[in-house]
């Protein structure tokens, strides 16, 4: 049976595609539609919270009998405008239509990126350019779309067009690992209209410097010998689970331990995960914790400031698609040990099902010592192992990889980390330069340095802390003023908000500044209000100005958390789409200007993640992964350990 959070099947994918070509809103005699995204109108919340058993219905659970929709976002080369459309799968007609506005471009697509490539490379004009560099066959260059931004100085290109402004690579098979991005074709910027499907202009600066050696030439492909050194071999590692995972996976529904949830999956965002609940032994029932998480958009600014490179503040999710993106992981290297995968499906540019198989991984690990204690009289010792469930993706966006996993703890801790992978991506300077000669990037070889650069996650999540109706409170640790006669009292002090603009806030590490989610009309065994708090990991502050195009753009940067009460229309933290003429405020920064109520409210988390990248010389050719990440943990939620119930260890002392 198909539960109503199940992402769109191959089946239902296509049945959308066939109900909109068969209704009167399809013009095939006249336009040429281009399906952008197709994926699932997820229902209304509220009918999946049980009023009755206050928990969130489980896949075998009666009366499920939701309808299906779905959202198409095309492309409708006619009116050279994007339109969304709603599908009831389960009337099988078209909803709606709905024209957006002049200049509005949704995601590019894997078809874009193959458009682009055959336009290059099919030029006449950009042949020669190309000869003039030194590159002999157009056969060689890579082709890496990138969208053009928006309000840069001088430029007014994209206007209405769905512009792109490609980097171009010599491609190096000589090189395994790095291939074509350490030979950049600095400055040869050909503009390309993907309406009209050309080039309707050449950009061609620094055409002076060289495009750097292959990688055999620089003999860097020799494997390096080991026999003369210090390295001793690795053994194997073997990782076995003899009678299978512990978790239970249900087509999207999963069960491990004591949580319960759904695994989702849209070509936007990639891995979602929904209505998360944890069986609490203690009360005897299961327990909301979050309706929805994910990582809702991330944008990359570079630091260098002249062109082209200025223009590389690339929006991941809004304008490239991490589901689109997402790896099929292979056992043995992307997972280890007992793996169980669910499959994605995402459509192609002309509206066919395209699946990727294992697409998401789940499974156990080791998560060493949970908790310990020894008694130092008696010298025995007390002891609980720890084991977390991983569900894990990975995207690769042009140069760079990124994995989103998701943990759950025995405890009910709920950890995000975000780890950083692949390639940076190099620009070519002038022969001789060294790094003292750089302000904003990092000498990796002769005539090739990586830019400064930040990668930016903004994370959303629904709260549902037993119930919808939430509030949050801030907690700063401050020395006492009074009372304090020793010097050594600190107080948690707690500040409730109550509208937007209250909750507006950045980290303060001085007095460990965190964040609870809070429902003040459930009380734990001490009074007070349940919660789970939302403890920041590895962070920065971005450093774009404020008048900065790409900071107008993605003006959710400004803050490490915003606070919005739930709105179905309000999924993205740059609002539905990142690449439009009028860009100002988009987002949160435009939907929080009412200053709604959100206490007591049903609530949305906006989590800004900020990985500031200053790069170093050991991160080429490829960067070992970089980890960062948060964490939700209760707080009060439970009246003591929700862990006791573990099997432990007693180690008697020998003495």
């Known amino acids: 049976m198909t539960h109503p959070l199940d992402p769109l099947s191959k089946s239902e994918l296509e049945r959308c595609v066939s109900i909109f070509k068969s209704s009167d809103f399809f013009q095939s005699e006249w336009t040429e539609y281009r399906f952008i995204t197709i994926s699932l109108l997820e229902p209304d919340r509220n009918l999946i919270l049980s009023q009755e058993k206050k928990r969130f219905w489980m896949k075998n659970d009666p009366n499920l009998n939701i309808p299906r929709r779905s959202l198409m976002i095309l492309l409708n080369g006619k009116k050279r405008r994007a339109e969304e459309v709603i599908v009831d799968l389960t009337s099988g007609r078209v909803e709606s239509v709905e024209t957006m506005a002049e200049g509005i ?14 336009i290059v490379k099919s030029d006449p004009k950009m042949a020669e350019a190309l000869r003039k560099r030194g590159v002999k066959d157009v056969k060689d260059v890579m082709v890496d779309l990138w969208a053009s931004g928006r309000g840069f100085i ?19 098979e000589t090189d395994t690992i790095a291939y074509g991005y350490g030979r950049p074709i600095e400055g040869l910027t050909p503009v390309i209209d993907l309406y009209q499907q050309k080039i309707i202009a050449i950009e061609d600066l620094h055409s002076h410097l060289p495009i750097s050696k292959t990688a055999q030439e620089l003999k860097l492909s020799k494997k390096k010998k080991q026999e003369n050194s210090q390295l001793l071999e690795l053994k194997p590692l073997e990782i076995t689970q003899s009678q299978g995972p512990s978790f239970k996976l249900e087509g999207n529904h999963l069960r491990w331990q004591n949580w319960d949830l759904h695994i989702g999956f849209n070509s936007r965002e990639g891995l979602t995960l929904h209505a998360l609940q944890f069986f609490d032994a203690e009360k005897e029932k299961f327990r909301p914790v979050m309706y929805r998480v994910s990582c809702a958009e991330m944008v990359v600014p570079y630091a260098e400031p002249t062109a082209p490179t200025y223009r590389r503040n690339a929006f991941d999710a809004g304008e490239e698609g991490l589901g689109f993106n997402a790896n099929s992981l292979r056992l043995g290297c992307d997972c280890v040990g007992s793996i169980q995968y669910v499959n994605a499906v995402v459509n192609t540019s002309d509206g066919k099902a395209r699946v990727i198989e294992n697409a998401v991984c789940i499974h156990e690990e080791d998560d060493g010592v949970l908790w310990k204690h020894t008694d130092w009289r008696s010298g025995n010792a007390l002891v609980a192992r720890s084991r977390r469930l991983a569900i894990s993706s990975f ?28 390639i940076m991506l190099p620009m ?46 801030e907690i700063n640790a401050e020395a006492s003023t009074g009372n304090n006669p020793q010097g050594n009292a600190f107080v948690a002090n707690k500040t409730l908000f109550t509208r937007e603009w209250e909750a507006q806030r950045d980290l303060e590490p001085k ?13 734990n065994a001490a009074g007070d209000a349940i919660g789970y708090k939302l403890m920041p990991g590895t962070n920065a502050w971005p450093f774009l100005h404020p008048l900065s195009p790409v900071a107008r753009r993605a003006g959710f940067t400004r803050k490490h958390l915003w606070v919005t009460p739930y709105d179905s229309k309000e999924r993205y933290p740059v609002g539905n789409y990142p690449n439009q003429p009028n860009f100002d405020g988009q987002g949160l920064p435009n939907w929080t200007k009412g200053n709604r109520k959100i206490l007591d409210e049903p609530l949305v988390l906006w989590y800004t993640m900020n990985v500031l990248h200053i790069p170093r010389m050991e991160e080429w050719p490829i960067m070992p992964v970089v980890k960062a990440g948060f964490s939700m943990q209760a707080e009060g939620f439970f009246d003591e350990n929700p862990t006791l119930y573990l099997q432990r260890d007693t180690l008697k002392s020998k003495l």
């Open 395 to 422: 995207a690769t966006v042009a140069n760079y990889d990124y994995g989103f996993f998701w943990y759950l703890y025995q405890d009910g801790t709920v950890q995000c980390e975000v780890k950083l992978t692949g």
């Open 105 to 118: 471009q949704p995601a590019y697509t894997p078809q874009d990126y193959e458009d682009c490539e055959r």
């Open 154 to 172: 001088e430029e007014n290109d994209a206007n209405e067009n769905r512009i792109a402004k490609p980097i171009l690579y010599l491609r190096d």
């Open 511 to 523: 007095t460990g500044r965190y964040w609870t989610v809070v429902n003040r009309k459930e009380k």
């Open 428 to 473: 070519v300077i002038e022969p001789g330069m060294k790094s003292e000669d750089l302000k904003h990037a990092l000498w990796i070889r002769e005539g090739l340095a990586a830019p400064y650069h930040q990668h930016i996650f903004g994370f959303r999540m629904e709260m549902c802390v037993e119930n919808f109706n939430n509030s949050v409170v």
